[in-house]
């Protein structure tokens, strides 16, 4: 059984099918692409998956058990972490403290604890800032860990997103165009960081992204939106050649 | 080097201790000298009790980002509480110890309406908040306008109508009566209990702020959506804000209370409570040393004016705005970090951070 089992998944806005029929199934430790034109619906999905909306039909099964119905918080508690195509971080918090928010089920203490100060205190939070910081330094944010979130540049930013999600203890991360506003340079590097991230910590990862040779050049399996409708699924390589899938680019540039 | 940065929001917590506890030493010694003016030195327990309004408006507000319009009400709940208390336990058990509980209970009831609020009202998106407990601090006010509660020998007894309803035997007494509030309290708040609760509730906020439950609130504040994308129960967080802030309120109307041996509703209303906001929007929004130091100077300012007269109002106004500048201009709030780091430094070195 894959990890990520999605099936005929579906959302109407007011008579708008956004998305329909959506099926995809993720296997633990894959990287897959979500790819297609604007308004195709991909960052809904995204929303679908995580709770943020709810599904007006079909499943979603996460090892095993259906999340649909499922506030975004303990879809996530269930292992489904993700990043925002509008970047969201706490700006008014340090970047260490974005990191320990998302360390909130994995490293606990009571409210009490915190008030009283007890030793429990200093011990948990001596945990969270060591974890933080080695996650903070996978993306070469360290340096950074005491400054507003708000003041790093934009790229930063999208790789601190990363970074908190991944902080959650995802099963499956996904992850909301993590390239865009990245010069090649820092394109070039988050792929390394993705790659190394799913090998690390041996998690799936479902990734949407305009940058085609991004996508090509990383992904294992992609499936093409348009439309709210899935019209290609498969390796890069037939994707990239299926006429329906170079018809629906075209026709989006048209 | 890195620990020494991730130590920060301890040392701003130890310079905020830092100041109450110089500012009440000055005072001690002044006051000691003889030259506290009598009418600021029968300010000096509110005081005690709207900074800790001010410190806990800001954690609603500042820190949770809800608008909170009806504070005062929580104060007035926390006021009545303290002082039925008070009035009931005074003749049976020493002074101290009847204190200690009627700020519990204060506290406590403060707290419990808090919750029943926010229960409700906290689960919406939106400012709901501001519009329900702007209503709360009108209705509780009223309410406690036209509450009677008299004692007699077989026992308490209430009505919302007036007192002779109370039906009394000729043992009883009347307790709250109605517009004319509570009477008889002993005043047994003192500028040290001020001091005390100040630090208190200090401790309180800053810790709850630099904590796990402190993050999880703030995250709330920066971006609901992604607060919830990485487990954050959003409800619970905002609950136990909230209530904590009602709490703290509570705690500072009880202290209030007993600086006076008459206790009426009107003192809290609709002015009160934008009174609190307006101190911790000058202070700054989330800054909560800013807040004890903004809610102490416009307290006071307005005795210190009196020899202006007519000019009185301008000054005020002038030293609002000033304040309000020195905490919202980027170029004065680099100048001040700079400063705090400096005055802080040699504090850390010496602990050999
Ligand atoms: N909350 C909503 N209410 C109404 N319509 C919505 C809502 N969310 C999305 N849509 C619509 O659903 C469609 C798909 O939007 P979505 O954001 O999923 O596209 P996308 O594939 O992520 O596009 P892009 O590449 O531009 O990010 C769009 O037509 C959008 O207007
Ligand atoms: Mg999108």
Known sequence: MALLEVRNLGITFGGLHAVEKFSVSVEKGQL???????????????????GVYQPTEGEIVLDGKSIVGQKPAVINKAGIARTFQNIRLFKDMTVLDNVKVALHNQVKYSALTGVLRLPAYFKQERVMNEKALSLLKIFDLEGEAAQMASSLPYGKQRKLEIARALATGPKLLLLDEPAAGMNPNETAELMEIVRLVRDRFGIAILLIEHDMSFVMGLCERIVVLDYGRVIAEGDPETVRTDPKVIAAYLGGEA | MKIKSLNHNFRRSLVT????????????????MGMLTNSLSGQLVPICAYIIMAVSLNLTVGILGELSLGHAGFMSVGAFMGAFVSVCLTDVMPGWLSLTLALLAGTAAAAVIGLLIGIPVLRLQGDYLAIVTLAFGEIIKNLLNSFYVGRDASGFHFSLKDAPSLNLDETGEIIINGAQGITGMPRSATFTLGFVLILITLAIVQNLIDSRTGRAIMSIRDNRIAAESVGVNITKYKLIGFSVSAALAGLAGAMYAHNFSTLVARKFDYNTSILVLVF?????????????????ALTVLPELLRGFSDYRMLVYAVVLIVMMLFNQSPQ???????????LTRGQADGKGA
């Open chain 2, 280 to 296: 911790i929007v000058v202070g700054g929004l989330g800054n909560i040393r800013g807040s004890v130091i903004a809610a102490a």
């Open chain 1, 32 to 50: 897959y692409g979500l790819i297609g034109p604007n308004g195709a619906g991909k960052t809904t999905v995204f929303n679908l998956l995580t």
């Open chain 2, 17 to 32: 201790y830092g100041i109450v506890i110089a500012a009440f030493a000055v005072i001690q010694i002044i006051s000691g």
């Open chain 2, 332 to 342: 004065l709030a680099a100048w001040r970090r700079k400063w705090t780091a400096k």
